[in-house]
């Protein structure tokens, strides 16, 4: 059975720091695209990462030099670091993965920065 469990959200203040996993299971990682989205109250599901199974990583230009998507291989995981948060960070996060007709979502977990 395939699974995709986040962890890791929280509330943090401004500037502060929070790491998102999600661990899968039922599947390997190996061949497949992951992407990290969020949806703020209100709005839209937006993509924020993703990175390639060939390794290049692609953020939206708001988390640039602030977050960090990566994977474990070893450990089927993969992650969201996220660094100088700021309130328009709020969110739910969803971590997503892809290969080809393939698409797996986990349930979100959620993300508060204020003060």
């Known amino acids: 059975q395939v699974q995709l469990v986040e962890s890791g959200g929280g509330s943090a203040q401004p500037g502060g720091s929070l790491r998102l996993s999600c661990a899968t299971s039922?599947?390997?990682?190996?061949?497949?695209?992951i992407y990290w989205f969020r949806q703020a109250p209100g709005k839209d599901r937006r993509l924020v990462a993703r990175?390639?199974?060939?390794?290049?990583?692609t953020y939206i230009d708001s988390v640039k030099d602030r977050f960090t998507i990566s994977r474990d291989g070893a450990k089927n995981t993969v992650y969201l670091q996220m660094n100088s948060l700021k309130p328009e960070d709020t969110a739910v996060y969803y971590c997503?993965?892809?290969?080809?007709?393939?698409?797996?979502w986990g349930q979100g977990t959620q993300v508060t920065v204020s003060s």
């Open positions: 997503n993965v892809q290969k080809f007709y393939q698409t797996y």
């Open positions: 990175l390639t199974s060939g390794g290049t990583t």
């Open positions: 039922g599947f390997t990682l190996d061949g497949y695209d």
